[in-house]
């Protein structure tokens, strides 16, 4: 039973350009947590999603970043015009059902805006 | 809101003492879990231990155990017979759980954790 995957592992980007992350929770999973770790810093909560809906983007910034997760398919954290600001392991955890207190995270994606 | 204070950024051990990690946290919700997490070098998030607010009892599991002050709003992890594969950065985190349904995790700021030979 393969974990929670996420690609790419690493991934550069110029200002300006956007940036795609992909999560694919382990199997059986229906939900979806992503969260951001800065430099030197703890995970802090983006958003939460349930297969094609969105339960809580309370962490989410207002602009240039979005995400989904469909019926089929990876969920994506979809970010537009990256500043260096944006620099940051984004990770993506998943768990089986709303009420399930074990979330199992991935390796993360490092984001790396020059 | 829920905050998460982790006042140790550094701590090092060396192999098969004991250690203990502080955490506190404030909240004003009743219905909690708490947890702690360990990141190695690879940045896998990986769960170590976690406590149910309701619970009495302390949580143990193999090496690692939790002082659990409910009053006091404190939650330290001790690691005994340290070993270096405990070398990692070390997360307190809170979970807010509602009937049924569980929510985001709010993390602390860390404490990397060295053991040394």
């Known amino acids: 039973n393969a974990g929670v995957m996420q690609n790419p592992r690493h991934l550069v980007r110029r200002r300006g350009q956007e940036a795609r992350l992909r999560c694919s929770p382990m199997?059986?999973?229906?939900?979806v947590y992503w969260y951001r770790q800065l430099p030197e810093e703890g995970l802090k909560f983006m958003v939460y999603l349930q297969k094609e809906n969105i339960i809580d983007e309370s962490g989410m910034p207002k602009e240039r970043f979005s995400a989904e997760f469909p019926k089929e398919g990876p969920s994506i954290l979809r970010i537009q015009q990256v500043v260096r600001g944006d620099s940051a392991a984004y990770f993506c955890a998943s768990s089986r059902y709303r009420g399930n207190t074990e979330a199992f995270f991935g390796q993360g994606t490092r984001l790396t805006v020059v | 809101a829920q905050t998460v204070t982790q006042s140790q950024p550094e701590m090092s051990v060396q192999e098969a003492e004991t250690v203990t990690l502080s955490c506190t946290y404030d909240?004003?919700?009743?219905?909690?879990?708490l947890f702690w997490y360990k990141q190695p070098p690879s940045r896998q998030m990986i769960l170590v231990i976690r406590q149910e607010a309701y619970k009495q009892q302390n949580a143990t599991e193999n090496r690692f155990s939790v002082n659990f002050q409910k009053a006091a709003k404190s939650f330290s992890l001790k690691i005994s017979d340290s070993q270096l594969g405990d070398t990692a950065m070390y997360f307190c985190?809170?979970?807010?759980?509602?009937?049924?349904?569980?929510?985001?995790?709010?993390f602390g700021t860390g404490t990397r954790l060295q053991v040394t030979l």
């Open positions: 199997k059986g999973h229906s939900h």
């Open positions: 985190a809170f979970m807010i759980w509602y009937t049924g349904t569980a929510s985001k995790l709010t």
């Open positions: 909240t004003s919700e009743n219905n909690y879990y």
